[in-house]
């Protein structure tokens, strides 16, 4: 039998709890890697001994961002998420939001970036019921994906 995402995910979450580890959990499309992203997972991993981070698999991204989304496949934005020296485990999930995920992992910190309110982060309170807690990152100013693509067409 093969083992999904979450499966993996709750066994590995089990596993880091009972090494003592603290599991920090993060999530999102990097869909075109740039500074605000690595600095933003250089930070989550500040929080914890251990970073894990879910990537909207490629419908889930069309989903969201629209048809021209994404720009790279899931398989190469997680081989260069999993390069990161800031990053230790990769998942990919195919639903709108991580909450199977989160649920499965139970992570010790939630982080999402400042955009967000703790009212608006997927799976605040299932980590908050299980002791964790949610951390809000700054965001670097001027750095998203989105303004990548805009600039790219312009050129």
Known sequence: MINTPVDEVALLGRKLRAEQHTVVFTNGVFDILHAGHVTYLEHARSLGTILVVGV????????????TRPVNTLDDRMTV?????????????SEDTPIE????????????????????VVGADVVEQHGGKVVLVPLVEGRSTTNIINRAQKA
Do not use: E
């Open 56 to 67: 909207n698999d490629d419908a889930s991204v069309t989903r969201l961002k629209g048809p």
């Open 81 to 93: 998420l999993r390069a990161l020296r800031s990053v230790d485990f990769v998942y990919p999930f």
């Open 101 to 120: 995920l989160i649920t499965a992992l139970l992570p010790h910190v939630l982080v999402k970036g400042a955009d967000y309110s703790r009212d608006t």
